[in-house]
């Protein structure tokens, strides 16, 4: 840092480090020494939203520590508070399995039809007990129909449609030994009312409702049940990062604190409060209406 008067602080992700502590605040000490020394006067970094959540925040409690550490030497800081980290969970997953027991991770790629075979091959021989399969991985993209390839519309379709066909198919053998089993799949409040800057993401939802009905219809006389989750819109990172933090969103602890009891309950639709007003605005009346007030071009900021 010698003759630096300026420094851009970014700290990359660490697989190998002992904690998120050590991967942050660690990692900065012997910079913040350095930037003493050779009397740097700003430094501008990158770290978290989320000054006073618990103090157990796993990224973001680090980052603002680093935060904290790098201001404490006396240099000019300002840090980009982010909504989200470009991490990969994946690496994560040995240590979520380790702190688990009876926990197991394996890594599939379901727009990769015979990565799904694989898994389904490995699953059947590994876990010949398996009663649940929840259909979860999907991908929403905004499209301009006068103007984009169909090659979003593809993706979607094979990530959000596609897979789960095969992958409940290739399952559906070992779930049917099972005494009780279960298909879980999740759709989306958009199933039943489109947003128009997101038409294959909506109609893939749309055919997930439909054929999720046929399917049960298959199983009722089998011991596998079939149910579909409908969530509204939630603070994830399905559309980007601002979405994480967009107040129209159910927050996303809300959410599941809502959806875990009506897991339990006999209802073939996992539908919380938030949802309701899109799944049933046919039946309601609403439907025009609603459809054309959602789509208004003065709706603000699309999403999905
Ligand atoms: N958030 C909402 O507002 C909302 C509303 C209605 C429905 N939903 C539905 O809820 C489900 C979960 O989405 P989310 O909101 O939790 O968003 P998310 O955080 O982006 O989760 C989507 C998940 O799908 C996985 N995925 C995508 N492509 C995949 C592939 N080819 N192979 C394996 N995994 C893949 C992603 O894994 P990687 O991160 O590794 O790519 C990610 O874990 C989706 O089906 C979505 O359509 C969400």
């Keep these: 840092m010698a003759g630096a008067e300026c420094v851009f602080w970014l700290v ?4 190998r480090a002992a904690s998120v502590e050590a991967g942050y605040v660690d990692f900065a000490r012997p910079a913040c020494t350095a930037l003493q020394r050779h009397g740097v006067k700003r430094v501008g970094g990158v770290s978290a939203l989320g000054r006073g959540l618990s103090s157990k925040a796993g990224y973001v409690t680090a980052s603002l520590a ?5 201001a ?4 000019a800081y300002r840090a980009l508070a982010m909504p989200s980290f470009m991490d990969n969970l994946l690496r994560q997953v040995d240590a979520i399995v380790a702190a688990h027991p009876g926990m197991h991770g394996i890594a599939l790629d379901v727009a990769d039809p015979r990565a799904i075979d694989a ?3 490995r699953v059947r021989e590994q876990f010949p007990t398996l009663n649940v399969l929840f259909n979860n991985a999907g991908i929403s993209r905004q499209e301009d129909l006068a103007t984009d390839t169909l090659a979003v519309a593809r993706s979607i379709i094979e990530t959000n449609i596609v897979s789960v066909l095969h992958l409940t198919t290739a399952l559906l053998t070992l779930l049917k030994e099972q005494p009780h089993a279960t298909v879980l799949a999740t759709t989306s409040g958009l199933a039943f009312m489109p ?4 038409p294959t993401y909506c109609a893939s939802k749309a055919f997930l409702h439909s054929w999720l009905q046929s399917l049960r219809r298959q199983l009722c006389d089998t011991s596998v049940e079939v149910l579909e989750l409908i969530p509204p819109y939630v603070q994830t990172e399905l559309i980007g990062p601002a979405q994480a933090t967009d107040p129209r969103a159910v927050p996303l602890a809300k959410y599941i604190a809502d ?4 897991l339990g309950a006999s209802a073939n639709e996992i539908l919380v409060e938030e949802a309701r007003e899109l799944r049933w605005a046919e039946k309601t009346g609403i439907y025009g209406a609603l459809f054309a007030a959602r789509n208004a071009r003065s709706d603000g900021p699309d999403r999905g």
């Design 66 to 70: 680093m935060d904290d550490l790098i």
């Design 259 to 262: 959806v875990m009891p009506r």
């Design 195 to 198: 947003r128009a800057s997101y």
């Design 72 to 75: 404490s030497t006396g240099v």
């Design 12 to 15: 990359p992700p660490d697989p």
């Design 119 to 121: 898994f389904a091959g």
